[in-house]
């Protein structure tokens, strides 16, 4: 093997090098962000739920208070007709 093969396959070797190590780095950075991505979904999913549970509550503040405002409105109602007689 020449001088000038073996300066080839030593630079060659050195980028192949380079390149498994960036890949390696790469890898292990995409690892940890999956990590920290999938902790926000979980983060995220468990905020979601607790919203909804909120909603839930005020859907039946509000359903309950109708039925209150019903109930007021027929004894209103009720009322009126009684004056209205007299």
Known sequence: MS?????FIK???GIAGSLVVLTIVALLGM???GGIQAQEIEQNKN???ETRE???RDIDNVMF????????QKEIKKD?????KK
């Open 80 to 84: 009126i007709k009684e004056l209205l």
């Open 11 to 13: 630079w060659f070797a």
């Open 65 to 72: 208070y109708m039925r209150e405002i019903r109930e007021d």
């Open 54 to 56: 909120y909603h839930q």
């Open 31 to 33: 690892w940890k962000a």
């Open 3 to 7: 001088v000038h093969e073996s300066r």
């Open 47 to 49: 905020e979601i739920l």
